[in-house]
């Protein structure tokens, strides 16, 4: 299949039929799946997709069809045609214009994850599981170990001049934990992602899901309580997801975030810089362009607790006289572009330089959240949220006792406007990252 070749008869299909302008979105994937169990292989999946999607403008109504065959392209481009007849002009479609064209040279393909072979990933995921048992005898049962690679082409075309393909990888790791000790037992998870098979310690992913099963270990109930709370890099990260809906302009003109009006307020703690950057070498968000084609880059939305900006895809962009800053994302080649992150942060406070661990030293009483539940409940127009939480108590200094069933709830800017201290161990989850939080005192109920 020359893609190319593909997307520009259809484009020109699309306007001898009267369209004004057409765009072709092309996804092609490889995917190789691996999940172990008791040091044998419980499940091994190839699978190769592709999907081919259509959309163009008459008269600013917009018309969208996608296949999963090329030789159904045909029937795409009539039913994206046919579409204008039933949807109602608005101004703001557009399909943009850019002057990059050809091939992208951003690092986001790695060969060694494009050539891996089904001996190799099985021994990365058996690595995964070695890791998780080796750590402690008190490990029982480890669940989910499971390694993904997988590969993907994305090719974008338009009438407007866009023509343009990259080609990208993946590595994933995932895996759960249980440990007892007879008399308790606790899960412990972690999760690793990255373009880059080299970034990903599949033995140090597994250990540190045993770790954290293992430290919860004997976890007791708390009394109500006010005290600070330090958010682990994977739990602060969660807290960082809810504020990322509102930074979407979509959400913004829709009505959907609490961030409206405020570009150039100070809206949370001084302390934080939010960054979304679609060029971070390796990055899971990474790409040089997005899915509309349009140039990604490095874009400081929250400096200095200031907001300063929105991320928009083409729509959102005209809609509010702006440019687009390369945000346009699709789920899927099932769904139009809509406006999401790429690669979105919390910069590492660099003057403190500070680890979880010396957080921890500074709190003479508070917990350590290891893990917290319900995150996805948080109400993104409000920012309301009402999460449980597990993790370690601190006193003077140190983690002395694991704790169970807690629960914090308040407003997103408002703990953010609490943070007192931030770590410099800034780590990914999938592409949203954080470091460990310090957050002021904080209502803590059983």
Known sequence: MDPGLLASDAIEQTLKSGCDTAEVFIKTSKRLSVEVKDKAVEALEAANDCGIAVRVLKNRKLGFSYVTKPGELQQ???KAVEGTSWTEADQYNEIPQSSVSGECSVSVLDKEIEHISEEDAIKKA???????VNFDKRIKKVRNAMAIFSVSTTAIHNSRGINISYKTSSATAHILALASDGQDHQLGGDFAVSRRLSDIDFTSTGTNASKMAISLLGARKISPVKAPVILDSST???FLGILSASLSADAVQKKRSFLAGRTGEQIISPLINVIDDALMPWGIGTKPVDDEGMPGS????ISGGRLTGFIHNTYTAKKDGAASTGNAVRGSFKSLPGVDVTNLYIEPYKKSGVKNNNLIKSVSKGILVLDAMGVHTANPISG??????????IEN???VYPVKEALISGNILDLFKKVEGVGSDLRFYGSIGSPSLLIGEMDISA
């Open 397 to 399: 200094g140190e983690a």
């Open 126 to 132: 058996l690595m995964l599981e070695q890791g998780a």
């Open 298 to 301: 490095r874009k400081t939305l």
């Open 236 to 238: 602060a990260f969660n």
């Open 384 to 393: 309301d949220f009402s999460i449980g939480i597990s993790g370690l108590w």
């Open 76 to 78: 795409a481009v009539e």
